[in-house]
């Protein structure tokens, strides 16, 4: 079988460097926010290309604290997509705010900047920005939207790590940025993890308190906080990933061109890099309105997929009654029907990447010919 993503062959890859950081935290016996930390959050704040990185527990918990810093709370609106992880609407709702969904523009999967003024209202107060799949959400489109009403946006870069819209990376345009570092993520961790990134001295300092009981002076809470800290662990795992990162983003990216090569006249939607941005390509992600039967086909092939995200969240039935609204998002629940991850990770090979193109290229001619028995 091959799998959708492999996070065991990126420890194999990085095996003797990981191994060693390792066996570096065990001897010195500081596990939680010590010198890894500290560099790991210098190290990755660089790479975007802003200030301050902070280091938090998951990705959930970034969002969430980049929130707070904000000073959401309850009874304030905030603004983002249904067609995410769940994380997103979840990290919103832990500030007590209600999130408020528009519809996604259908080529980046993102928020579709014409949609959302007519969302943005008095008791708006942040717009979560999603770069979903990879690809940077409009913030081009967005930003100015947002500015003329100061509203703060909030990039969501979970599945972003090294996209960039022309020379900026994401996570340095927004107000401030949220990553995760779950294992399967362009950058991952052996475990969870996640890190807050801004160019903000003010809100820099705000997560660092609210991450750790909303410590100024140890054992004294300034402020209401939480225990969201990133480990001595993953800290010095993710310090040796990052190094590879851009390597290994080209990789996906030469993956991907082989896939649309490969693909480009079967009949499926492929994915597309916007002019001016950079696709990190997290997932590869094609449509067809044949979705299942080429996801079961391909299964039966040995060919692992996956669908993100099968249920829009405002249909989930933890969300359906207070989230749906009036107002339906037809190109949201469309995708949720269409959408399809193929195998997506660096260490892919090239008769991999074959295999996967010969065997999607079979299902959709499969399913093709079953709808035109169907159809006499």
Same mark, same amino acid.
């Given at each position: 079988?091959?799998?959708?993503?492999? @996070?065991?062959?990126?420890?194999?890859?990085?095996?003797?460097?990981?191994?060693?950081?390792?066996? /570096?935290?065990?001897?010195?016996?500081?596990?939680?926010?010590?010198?890894?930390?500290?560099?790991?959050?210098?190290?990755?704040?660089?790479?975007?290309?802003?200030?301050?990185?902070?280091?938090?527990?998951?990705?959930?918990?970034?969002? %969430?604290?980049?929130?707070?810093?904000?000073?959401?709370?309850?009874?304030?609106?905030?603004?983002?997509?249904?067609?995410?992880?769940?994380?997103?609407?979840?990290?919103?709702?832990?500030?007590?705010?209600?999130?408020?969904?528009?519809?996604?523009?259908?080529?980046?999967?993102?928020?579709?900047?014409?949609?959302?003024?007519?969302?943005?209202?008095?008791?708006?107060?942040?717009?979560?920005?999603?770069?979903?799949?990879?690809?940077?959400?409009?913030?081009?489109?967005?930003?100015?939207?947002?500015?003329?009403?100061?509203?703060?946006?909030?990039?969501?870069?979970?599945?972003?790590?090294?996209?960039?819209?022309?020379?900026?990376?994401?996570?340095?345009?927004?107000?401030?940025?949220?990553?995760?570092?779950?294992?399967?993520?362009? %950058?991952?961790?052996?475990?969870?993890?996640?890190?807050?990134?801004?160019?903000?001295?003010? &809100?820099?300092?705000?997560?660092?308190?609210?991450?750790?009981?909303?410590?100024?002076?140890?054992?004294?809470?300034?402020?209401?906080?939480?225990?969201?800290? %990133?480990?001595?662990?993953?800290?010095?795992?993710?310090?040796?990933?990052?190094?590879?990162?851009?390597?290994?983003?080209?990789?996906?990216?030469?993956?991907?061109?082989?896939?649309?090569?490969?693909?480009?006249?079967?009949?499926?939607?492929?994915?597309?890099?916007? @002019?001016?941005? /950079?696709?990190?390509?997290?997932?590869?992600?094609?449509?067809?309105?044949?979705?299942?039967?080429?996801?079961?086909?391909?299964?039966?092939?040995?060919?692992?997929?996956?669908?993100?995200?099968?249920?829009?969240?405002?249909?989930?039935?933890?969300?359906?009654?207070?989230?749906?609204?009036?107002?339906? %998002?037809?190109?949201?629940?469309?995708?949720?029907?269409? *959408? &399809?991850?193929?195998?997506?990770?660096?260490?892919?090979?090239?008769?991999?990447?074959?295999?996967?193109?010969?065997?999607? /290229?079979?299902? *959709?001619?499969?399913? /093709?010919?079953?709808?035109?028995?169907?159809?006499?």
């Amino acid at each position: 079988m091959i799998p959708c993503a492999n @996070p065991a062959a990126q420890y194999l890859a990085s095996k003797a460097a990981i191994d060693a950081a390792v066996a /570096r935290v065990l001897e010195r016996g500081w596990y939680v926010l010590g010198d890894e930390v500290r560099a790991f959050e210098a190290e990755f704040a660089a790479h975007v290309g802003v200030a301050h990185g902070v280091g938090v527990g998951n990705g959930t918990d970034a969002v %969430l604290l980049a929130l707070r810093a904000l000073g959401v709370k309850q009874g304030d609106e905030v603004v983002t997509v249904a067609h995410t992880a769940v994380a997103t609407v979840a990290a919103i709702e832990l500030t007590g705010a209600t999130p408020v969904l528009v519809d996604i523009d259908p080529v980046t999967f993102s928020i579709d900047p014409s949609k959302l003024e007519a969302v943005l209202g008095p008791r708006t107060k942040a717009i979560v920005a999603v770069h979903l799949y990879g690809h940077p959400a409009d913030l081009d489109a967005i930003l100015p939207i947002a500015n003329a009403k100061g509203i703060p946006v909030v990039e969501d870069c979970a599945q972003a790590h090294g996209a960039a819209i022309r020379d900026r990376r994401v996570g340095s345009m927004g107000r401030i940025a949220a990553f995760s570092f779950y294992p399967t993520k362009n %950058l991952g961790a052996i475990g969870d993890g996640g890190m807050v990134v801004t160019n903000d001295d003010a &809100l820099a300092a705000s997560v660092r308190e609210i991450r750790e009981y909303g410590w100024r002076e140890r054992y004294v809470s300034a402020v209401p906080g939480m225990n969201s800290r %990133l480990d001595e662990l993953q800290a010095a795992i993710l310090r040796v990933k990052l190094r590879r990162l851009d390597a290994d983003n080209d990789a996906r990216r030469a993956s991907a061109a082989a896939y649309t090569a490969g693909l480009a006249d079967v009949g499926l939607v492929l994915p597309v890099e916007r @002019p001016g941005m /950079r696709h990190v390509f997290h997932l590869y992600v094609v449509r067809s309105s044949r979705r299942d039967e080429i996801q079961r086909l391909a299964k039966a092939e040995g060919v692992g997929t996956l669908v993100h995200y099968p249920l829009p969240i405002h249909l989930q039935p933890a969300y359906a009654e207070r989230l749906r609204g009036a107002d339906r %998002l037809p190109e949201t629940e469309r995708a949720a029907l269409e *959408v &399809l991850s193929l195998p997506m990770f660096p260490e892919l090979e090239a008769d991999d990447v074959a295999t996967v193109i010969r065997v999607i /290229r079979a299902a *959709v001619a499969g399913t /093709r010919a079953a709808a035109e028995v169907e159809a006499r």
